[in-house]
């Protein structure tokens, strides 16, 4: 069965620094993984995702993560985070079907930036 | 910005009553979903529309009950509630074939 962990609830870091919200999957296959951010009082918006190929992506707002299959990871990471970055962020990992395709994700990473 | 929509933002209710969830997607999309966003627990799938027709139901009560009228409009109706009902709905929309599901802002339900 597919699963998301992301083992950081809380995470608080001062504006500039950088940041990696850590996310572990678990997937039979190959699998399509995601982040989303969500902004207070907002729905979820897609950051960036991986099907295959380079295991390196880029994401919108400066974003990237990384796939690696031999730790069932896919790390978000950001050089410098900005204030406006403080947000909830969520793993994401699909589940192929006929049709509509599912997600599932994680418990979700809450951002905190500080001064 | 998004392309879908929801009302209401927030909805305060009492267990005998009956309410709707209403979705709109402008994204000419073909799938739509219902969430459920509880404090603390992931994101929880509800019901999946392709097409206008239903191709999932997680095992929700019988006490929401969605419609899909046509691919562009997904309601979740409501009656008689429990308090732990109290959650984040999210509604999103998605190519058929495609992962990417946009979401809409959601809707703050209270069940008192």
């Known amino acids: 069965a597919q699963s998301v962990t992301q083992p950081d609830i809380h995470i608080t870091v001062s504006e500039g620094a950088s940041l990696e919200l850590r996310c572990n999957y678990s997937?039979?296959?190959?699998?399509?993984l995601f982040w989303y951010v969500q902004s207070p009082g907002q729905g979820l918006q897609l950051l960036l995702k991986?099907?295959?190929?380079?295991?390196l992506v880029q994401g919108i707002k400066g974003f990237e993560a990384e796939f690696k299959r031999s730790q069932s990871s896919f790390n978000l990471r950001k050089p410098s985070v900005h204030w406006s970055d403080a947000a909830e962020y969520f793993c994401?990992?699909?589940?192929?079907?006929?049709?509509?395709?599912?997600?599932?994700f994680g418990t979700g990473t809450r951002l905190t930036v500080i001064p | 910005e998004t392309g879908v929509t929801q009302t209401p933002r927030h909805l305060v209710m009492g267990m005998t009553n009956k309410k709707s969830l209403k979705c709109e997607q402008h994204l000419g999309h073909n799938a739509m979903y219902w969430y459920k966003q509880s404090a603390k627990k992931p994101l929880e799938l509800m019901f999946v529309?392709?097409?206008?027709?239903?191709?999932e139901n997680n095992s929700v009560p019988s006490r929401f009950s969605p419609e899909c009228p046509n691919s562009s409009h997904l309601f979740l109706h409501l009656h008689t509630l429990q308090p732990e009902d109290s959650a984040l709905y999210l509604c999103?929309?998605?190519?058929?074939?495609?992962?990417?599901?946009?979401f809409g802002p959601g809707t703050r339900l209270t069940v008192t």
């Open positions: 999103a929309s998605s190519q058929g074939d495609s992962y990417e599901q946009y």
């Open positions: 997937y039979g296959a190959t699998p399509y």
């Open positions: 994401a990992v699909g589940r192929a079907k006929t049709g509509a395709n599912n997600l599932f």
């Open positions: 991986y099907f295959s190929g380079d295991t």
């Open positions: 529309y392709n097409f206008k027709e239903q191709t």
